[in-house]
């Protein structure tokens, strides 16, 4: 079965707002990624969190993960119009090199 | 350098051609992945080369060839392909796992391939 199944969502927000995203998975993981992909482009890696860790940020960023409920969410502050793309996550196994891609979330910003 | 190259940006081809998608890191990475990716939806895991060797086929149909001349480059050989296998391919490369340990990988811009 697939990992990190975020909630498909379609985003739509005014820029200056904040945005939030989340995502699901279901065994034990290493760790929890998110990428960002712009239309039709490569993905880009934002921020990486380790399952021993509750809570990072990264510049706008912030992340959770909830390894007893096994969820992950991705907050945007201060939403820009350059913050429109697809946002993925993407859960890292012990033992090999996978990475399991959720669905994805598309957020636009209306400037 | 952090980036990882890819060619060509759009390649059409016939189900009777045969070409190859190239792709290239100098990050030093002994890990590379090739991804297969359809309009709206995640990327797949193709293949993952580990240390030059094929570690990973996801079941690939052999209509697709990986190749991993060396630690740098990663080329996917296309045979006889189906209209289906029209997508965004995507290679990546990261850091070799260490125990306990796995890494960020970093994408490059992928090939749009139409088969036709």
């Known amino acids: 079965s697939q990992q990190g199944e975020e909630d498909p969502q379609a985003l739509s927000i005014q820029e200056g707002e904040n945005a939030t995203m989340n995502c699901s998975y279901k065994t034990s993981i290493n760790n929890l990624q998110w990428y960002r992909q712009n239309s039709g482009r490569g993905l880009v890696h934002l921020i990486l969190i380790r399952s021993n860790e509750r809570e990072k940020h990264s510049g706008r960023l912030r992340v959770t993960l909830d390894t007893s409920k096994k969820s992950s969410s991705l907050l945007i502050t201060a939403s820009r119009a350059a913050d429109t793309a697809s946002y993925f996550c993407?859960?890292?196994?012990?033992?090999?090199?996978?990475?399991?891609f959720g669905k994805g979330n598309q957020v636009v910003v209306i400037p | 350098d952090t980036e990882v190259t890819q060619t060509p940006k759009h390649l059409v081809m016939g189900m009777t051609n045969k070409k190859s998608l190239k792709c290239e890191q100098h990050m030093g990475h002994r890990a590379m992945y090739w991804y297969k990716q359809k309009a709206k939806k995640p990327p797949e895991l193709m293949f993952v080369y580990s240390y030059e060797k094929l570690s990973i086929n996801e079941s690939v149909p052999s209509r697709f060839s990986p190749e991993c001349p060396n630690s740098s480059l990663l080329n996917l050989h296309l045979h006889a392909l189906q209209p289906e296998d029209s997508a965004l391919y995507l290679c990546a490369s990261s850091q070799e796992p260490t125990s306990g340990q796995r890494y960020e990988q970093y994408f490059g811009p992928g090939t749009r391939l139409t088969v036709t």
């Open positions: 993407a859960t890292g196994y012990y033992g090999n090199n996978r990475l399991a």
